[in-house]
């Protein structure tokens, strides 16, 4: 079953980066994912000073506006989609996450299967 | 292990008591083996259903059988395979659950023709309180799928609308699927984690029924029973596990006092009040044993410190001959083990027993402005106990007033009304 685990970061630097996390941490946890065979998917983003919002309107029109940028809330840092058995192993890899500590937050969701 | 006596068919009163009794305690089971076969929550529950319908025709009418147990069992797998025979696209998918569900590290399926059926409860256990699921849905998983009750049942144990608790029911069955919370012991090294969620599940189905948080009664017995029962079948399955014997023996501790807990009014009657020829010295005798277990063999969990405060108050013969400087010391434990207001509020009322009602009512007042306690009608009542107690009789009719007001059923407000009562006419009620 694939599970996606969107990566909030809790404290955001001056750039819309995540504050405070270890590169050597996150290379790490990268590579236990890759060496699981369970990664289907992962992609860091780009600090959130480059983020741009788009929405149509119901006349059709494009809004294009500059953002969002961090406020209080937590920001979407990045994601994994893995592929593993059940719930409990896909929260057991988002413990281990180093995105989970220091105030940040791994949220799990299920990738919708229409095929059951 | 739960071998019950064959009936055979003779009255139909006395055969229904006997099928009643059979189903309280095969149901979780019958349905914890069946989801563990078939990975699939709903389809156990509709043949469990199915195979108790089954026999409340055939047994009042061919008797028990002898092993009613292996007979629901047999019943259920031949609906559900015949509900997969006729479903291709149902049975394909649970046939890929079933592939992944026999991962080495689970147990092997239970092979029924054995005899006895295998007691897979304890998956069950964890997966009705992951602590994935709603905190306040745990309980009433557990009451729905290991107790047996209807949902019906189970709202009018946790005192919420029937459609309420099914909406509930069943957007945590659609969580248990939708994200697959597997049905699982956790091992060894999560079982610390996991355990106490099980735990408190069973030990809010019995808060619930000992002081009910709404409604004209004092106490529900029957939802305390049945978390009693719930902790005797873990306390079966997990025998290694002191927080276990611990929540037991702190439920038997405090139901055992049940009956003298219920004044003629209605109303609660305390400790330093009740008769304590009333209560159930076996149910005492049976806590009190497990007692030592639980507190033996490494360091004490809370439910543990908690039953060994009960068994102080069981085995003084009254309040004052009760060891209150020992309760103290356990509430410490308490609070160094799980910092809770509510335990500082019951350590501030043994101190007052130990040192007083000015020691008490200071450390009250460090609680005053605990969020926790505000709306929680016991603070103001213990504030007003030792004001009284002190002779500030016009402060300590104001804490009853608030304590009134805050008070959720009618049986407690009994006792405060006739508590102020006695302060507002000193004379007509005693003290």
């Known amino acids: 079953m694939k599970y996606m685990l969107l990566i909030n970061a809790g404290a955001v630097g001056e750039e819309g980066g995540a504050a405070g996390c270890d590169v050597g941490d996150w290379m790490a946890y990268d590579k236990q994912v890759r060496e699981a065979g369970i990664l289907v998917s992962g992609e860091s983003l780009a600090d959130l000073v480059t983020a741009t919002t788009v929405r149509v309107g119901e006349d059709g029109r494009r809004t294009v506006t500059d953002g969002p940028f961090a406020e209080t809330r937590e920001i979407l840092g990045g994601f994994y989609v893995i592929d593993v058995p059940d719930l409990d192993v896909a929260l057991d890899w988002a413990a281990r996450c180093p995105g989970a500590r220091g105030g940040g937050s791994v949220v799990v969701r299920p990738v919708a299967d229409f095929e059951g | ?431």
């Open chain 2, 1 to 431: 292990m739960d071998e019950r006596p064959a009936g055979t068919a003779g009255t139909d009163e006395a055969s229904a008591s006997v099928v009643e009794a059979v189903f309280r305690e095969e149901r979780g089971r019958l349905l914890a083996a069946l989801v563990r076969r078939f990975g699939d929550l709903d389809l156990a529950e509709e043949v469990t259903s199915e195979a108790v319908e089954a026999a409340l025709a055939r047994w009042p009418v061919d008797g028990v059988p002898s092993r009613p147990g292996a007979w629901l069992m047999t019943t259920a797998r031949r609906r559900a395979v015949d509900r997969l025979r006729r479903d291709q696209a149902y049975a394909a998918r649970l046939a890929v659950l079933q592939a992944e569900a026999d991962r080495p590290d689970l147990a092997p399926v239970p092979a029924v023709e054995a005899g006895e059926l295998p007691d897979e409860r304890l998956q069950l256990f964890f997966t009705c309180a992951h602590p994935a699921l709603a905190a306040e849905d745990r309980g009433a998983l557990t009451l729905r799928y290991l107790a047996g009750l209807s949902t019906p049942e189970v709202a009018r144990a946790f005192l919420v609308p029937t459609a309420t608790m099914a909406k509930r029911i069943t957007r945590a069955k659609q969580k248990i699927h939708g994200a697959r919370i597997p049905f699982r012991v956790p091992g060894t090294a999560e079982l610390p984690e996991r355990l106490p969620g099980v735990l408190q599940a069973v030990y809010s189905i019995f808060t619930e029924g000992y002081a009910a948080s709404g409604g004209p009664r004092l106490q529900r017995l029957d939802l305390a029973e049945e978390a009693i029962r719930l902790a005797r079948i873990l306390r079966r399955l997990l025998p290694a596990e002191r927080e276990v014997a611990g929540l037991l023996a702190l439920m038997l501790l405090v139901h055992a006092r049940r009956d003298a807990r219920t004044g003629p009014d209605g109303g609660p009657v305390l400790l330093d009040e009740q008769d304590r020829g009333r209560w159930d010295r076996p149910m005492i005798a049976e806590g009190l044993g497990l007692v030592p277990v639980a507190l033996t063999g490494g360091p004490p969990g809370p439910y543990g410190v908690q039953a060994a405060v009960a068994a102080l108050h069981v085995e003084a013969t009254d309040v004052t001959g009760t060891d209150w400087p020992q309760i103290v010391a356990l509430y410490d434990v308490l609070l160094a083990l799980a910092p809770s207001p509510v335990v500082a509020l019951n350590r501030a009322a043994a101190v007052a027993m130990r040192d007083g009602p000015e020691a008490g009512l200071a450390l009250l007042d460090e609680l005053a402005d605990e969020p926790l306690l505000r709306g929680h009608h016991p603070y103001p009542a213990a504030r007003a106990d030792l004001l009284h107690r002190l002779g500030r009789h016009a402060e300590a009719a104001e804490a009853y007033r608030e304590a009134l007001a805050l008070a959720g059923t009618e049986a407690d407000r009994v006792l405060l009304r006739r508590r102020l009562d006695a302060i507002e006419r000193p004379g007509a009620a005693g003290t």
